[in-house]
């Protein structure tokens, strides 16, 4: 079965500057996708980033980039010049194989970050 | 589009007692799935459906049963409520056309006393 581990459960960050959030998984599958999910104090959940696993270029979106090591089971998100509306809960997030019907996500635990003025 | 919206957005239950989560989605969308957020456990899959009027089991389904008898609602169930049910509970949709991204709900805390 696979598994997510978010090994950080809250960050802080001065705004402006960088930060980098860790996540590793487990799987014994060679293709899958990896999610960056972002719930502010509102509860929605907004998809920040994803990333292929046959692809080796890291996905980046803005000001969000990942560091993705697929030898090593890694998939951090860096967040470069941080802003007050970037405070919120991080879940990173595996999509296994198609199997029973459809795609299944298993999320980490999630860390929360915290953007200081 | 008003994408995926849950009702109600909070509710307190007695143990015992029991109500329906409502899930709509209007983009058409194929697959439906309700999970449940609890503090340092991530989401957990709760039960998913690929089609209308078919339903399955995830991760974490004892306690709840489901139901998608229209293609836009899902519909989750609480038989007899229990205080380990107090959580915060999301649905998601997700279409092959789009490449199966979920996107989710604003989410229902139910608090079970």
């Known amino acids: 079965a696979q598994t997510v581990t978010q090994s950080q459960p809250e960050m802080s960050v001065q705004e402006a500057e960088t930060v980098t959030l860790s996540c590793t998984y487990d799987?014994?599958?060679?293709?899958?996708?990896l999610f960056w999910y972002k719930q502010p104090p509102s509860r929605q959940m907004i998809l920040v980033i994803r990333q292929e696993a046959y692809k080796q270029q890291n996905a980046t979106e803005n000001r969000f980039s990942v560091n993705f090591q697929k030898a090593a089971k890694s998939f951090s998100l860096k967040i470069s010049d941080s802003q007050l509306g970037d405070a919120a809960m991080y879940f990173c997030?595996?999509?296994?194989?198609?199997?029973?019907?459809?795609?299944?996500?298993?999320f980490g635990t999630g860390t929360r970050l915290k953007v200081l003025a | 589009n008003a994408g995926v919206t849950q009702t109600p957005k909070f509710r307190v239950l007695k143990t015992g007692q029991s109500m329906t989560l409502l899930c709509a989605q209007d983009?058409?969308?194929?697959?439906m799935y309700w999970y449940r957020q609890d503090p340092g456990m991530g989401l957990r899959l709760i039960h998913y459906s690929v089609g209308e009027g078919t339903t399955a089991k995830g991760e974490v389904p004892d306690g709840y049963n489901v139901s998608r008898l229209k293609k836009q609602n899902f519909l989750l169930g609480l038989e007899s409520a229990a205080p380990s049910q107090t959580s915060v509970y999301f649905c998601?949709?997700?279409?092959?056309?789009?490449?199966?991204?979920?996107?989710f709900g604003p989410g229902t805390r139910l608090t079970v006393t």
């Open positions: 799987t014994s599958e060679s293709d899958y996708y």
């Open positions: 998601a949709s997700s279409s092959r056309t789009d490449d199966y991204e979920q996107y």
């Open positions: 983009m058409n969308h194929e697959y």
């Open positions: 997030a595996y999509r296994s194989q198609f199997t029973s019907g459809t795609y299944k996500y298993i």
